[in-house]
């Protein structure tokens, strides 16, 4: 691909699914009609569902796609050295070649995968787990792909891609816990894990958050809009805290 300009790439990014505003919203809005409405209501006299062999299916899945994507990001030029290193914006450059439309089409398969992980709370749902599906659940689940949404379409910077790629490493640890877990056998070993899944996405929201505030220092030229990742990842570490002391450890209070 030669040089094209930001509107060429514009129009390119927007031609894939779910960059333009209404379909998103509407998978928005329809996530949280099944959260809050129909899934209670369709469940409210009905036995829980099994879906074993379902969750478990899903979770390959995400381990397999979350991998692939993250191998790709290193041949996109991504490495772990680079988390603190600010990178300017093809936006501001004037110019985008075909490394930059693979990392706009990296973040929009990102989003994709994170729009696929609505499914989990369709799952606690038919299996009557109302307990799981907690403000931190959906709030996570919506403002993760909402805010990547946002990057994609005004910047699609290389800034924004690390975000990605970090969360999908995390991901295929917290899916691979997820399986060894639905195994009868497994649950001896994997019930000490938990803890130590949780600090490990509470680590994660500590390094991105400092990644988005180095994004915001004088003389990095990336997008402003890292200020409302800052305030997302403030929001969710809160959150993410809270769980942690109230689950692991109860004497504590916040």
Not at 176 to 190: A, D, P, R, V
Not at 199 to 227: K, R, T
Request: glycine residues 2%; proline residues 3%; positive net charge.
């Amino acid at each position: 691909m030669s040089k094209i300009s930001w509107e060429e790439r514009n129009a390119i990014v927007r031609s894939w699914a779910f960059t333009t505003p209404y379909p998103i919203f509407s998978v928005f809005a329809i996530y949280l009609w099944i959260v809050y409405k129909a899934g209670p209501k369709f469940m409210q006299n009905r036995k829980p569902y099994n879906l074993t062999c379902v969750t478990r299916l899903y979770n390959i899945y995400q381990i397999v796609a979350c991998l692939c994507a993250t191998v790709k990001a290193f041949e996109y030029g991504f490495s772990f050295k680079h988390l603190w290193k600010c990178f300017d914006e093809p936006k501001y450059v004037g110019y985008l070649d075909e490394n930059d439309m693979n990392i706009n089409f990296y973040l929009w398969w990102f989003i994709v995968l994170r729009l696929s992980e609505f499914l989990e709370t369709i799952f606690f749902i038919l299996r009557k787990k109302f307990n799981q599906v907690s403000i931190l659940h959906v709030y996570h689940h919506i403002s993760v792909p909402f805010l990547l949404w946002i990057f994609m379409i005004n910047s699609g910077g290389r800034m924004e891609l690390y975000l990605a790629i970090l969360n999908s490493v995390v991901h295929v640890v917290m899916y691979g816990y997820y399986f060894l877990s639905s195994f009868q056998k497994y649950q001896k070993y994997t019930i000490f894990a938990k803890p130590f899944i949780t600090a490990i996405q509470i680590a994660q929201l500590s390094v991105l958050l400092i990644h988005s505030v180095v994004a915001l220092l004088p003389g990095c030229n990336a997008s402003w809009l890292f200020i409302f990742q800052v305030i997302n990842f403030l929001i969710l570490i809160f959150m993410f805290l809270k769980f942690y002391f109230k689950s692991y450890l109860k004497s504590t209070k916040l």
